[in-house]
């Protein structure tokens, strides 16, 4: 593979690698989910993720950088939607339907991106990348929706949880929207892109938080070491590592193309699943199949 391919195509490179992290993090989100609330499993595991960013950044020498002012905006208020409502719908969608049916709905996104990138930034795809991305979709729903049970039985609330998870699909769409219209074409960074989305994020889950009853409850998690690290662990992973990736995407991919190979999660979970002794049925390997197909095509414009 030659050096010129992965530059080109890095920013489809980094949606996989978000996608690769996000598989594993969702099983692990659905049980921690059961003993922490969707606000602040998302607030801590964003304020995790906000030290180790403003530390990466202080490592690199870019902690004070000149950062145009609508670039700012736009991303901050990508992350209030994406991650301070996105994220919190997200998990409370996993806590009512399983991250099988989650993650269907989740399959929403990378349409819903494409399309508003089209009519809010003009950005235009070849009938290949379309094909490319419907064929990527396809293969992941074909695969979710396999009548298989869940990891970890969650409590069943359809309409409620299929609420959650529609508007968890809409504030992804919108939030990559507004982050491919602050990074395309300028000089900011997207690990700097990931700090602003995350702060944003985490002040629209502040206030959010102190309504709600008895907040200081929640932090009863604290006594539990195992709890702790686990949560830490995987704000590392799918928060600090998975944001930078997918900002990396927005800023070198279009819109649709990014969130299309990011929504791959469920495909990663197949090897994983193998490798613990699982067996794969043929629908499964079908859906990965079609899915290749699709990001072959992506990867071939």
């Not at 209030?80 to 929403?108: H, K, M, P, Q, V």
């Amino acid at each position: 593979m030659s050096l010129s391919f992965l530059t080109d195509f890095r920013g489809e490179f980094a949606a996989l690698g978000a996608a690769l992290i996000w598989a594993v993090a969702a099983v692990v989100y659905t049980g921690v989910g059961r003993q922490l609330s969707p606000l602040v499993l998302n607030l801590v595991k964003g304020g995790i993720a906000i030290a180790l960013l403003l530390f990466t950044l202080m490592l690199r020498g870019e902690l004070f950088p000149v950062v145009s002012s609508t670039a700012v905006l736009l991303l901050s208020f990508s992350g209030g939607i994406g991650i301070g409502i996105g994220d919190t719908a997200y998990f409370s969608a996993l806590n009512r339907l399983g991250a099988r049916r989650t993650l269907i709905l989740e399959s929403l996104a990378p349409p819903l991106s494409a399309l508003f990138a089209m009519v809010f930034l003009q950005e235009r795809l070849t009938a290949q990348a379309w094909c490319g991305i419907f064929l990527t979709i396809l293969g992941v729903v074909w695969v979710v929706a396999e009548r298989v049970p869940d990891v970890i039985q969650p409590q069943i609330q359809p309409l409620r949880g299929i609420l959650y998870g529609l508007l968890a699909a809409l504030c992804q769409a919108s939030g990559a929207v507004l982050s491919r219209a602050a990074l395309a074409g300028t000089d900011i960074s997207p690990l700097w892109s990931a700090a602003i989305r995350i702060i944003a994020g985490m002040v629209v889950l502040l206030p959010w938080i102190a309504v709600q009853q008895h907040p200081l409850q929640e932090l009863k998690f604290l006594r539990s070491r195992r709890l702790v690290v686990t949560i830490a662990g995987t704000a590392f992973a799918s928060t600090y590592l998975g944001i930078w990736l997918q900002q990396t995407s927005l800023k070198y991919a279009a819109t649709g193309i990014a969130q299309s190979l990011t929504s791959t999660s469920p495909l990663f979970v197949l090897p994983i699943a193998i490798a613990m002794g699982e067996r794969i049925s043929l629908r499964s390997l079908a859906g990965v199949l079609l899915a290749i197909g699709g990001i072959w095509l992506l990867f071939s414009r």
